[in-house]
């Protein structure tokens, strides 16, 4: 297995990762007012993604690679969009959630394709397995909705 494929995937895991807390960092405190039984489920999002960046830096190091702890250009364009939205959203909170929720399927699609590229060794394919599961366990809670749109 190319160690230098291996670690190029997952950097670009690693941006996505990025991307998804810096996301994060942008759903307000006054989203749980209207939405509070989701708060739990995206408090345990935003901890699982501290843990899936340490374990995608710690399988980078391994393979003798140099984390790239930055995030993505279409995630900075991404988070761009979400500001001009929720600036012209009738109800931010609603768009905010389902912002998380999109930013969750993209996710999981980046995942998949890091899978099947075949450029991932047998340990780095199983964390990633892992945590491709992990996503869909939490985009699961906040699909209804991104099918409200």
């Not at 942008?26 to 899936?52: A, C, I, P």
Request: with cysteine.
């Amino acid at each position: 297995m190319n160690n230098e494929k291996t670690v190029s995937v997952l950097n670009d895991l690693l941006n996505i990762t990025n991307d998804r807390i810096a996301g994060f960092s942008k759903v307000e405190e006054k989203v749980w007012d209207t939405h509070s039984g989701l708060r739990s489920d995206y408090d345990n999002m935003v901890s699982e993604s501290q843990t899936m960046k340490n374990e995608l830096v710690g399988l980078i190091n391994e393979r003798g690679g140099q984390a790239d702890n930055t995030t993505s250009t279409a995630g900075a364009f991404h988070r761009a969009w979400i500001d001009v939205k929720n600036a012209m959203a009738m109800d931010k909170d609603e768009s905010t959630l389902e912002n998380v929720a999109y930013g969750e399927s993209a996710a999981i699609k980046a995942y998949q394709d890091a899978l099947d590229s075949g450029d991932l060794c047998p340990e780095s394919s199983r964390v990633v397995s892992d945590q491709l599961h992990h996503l869909k366990s939490s985009y699961a809670k906040f699909e209804y909705l991104e099918d409200k749109k």
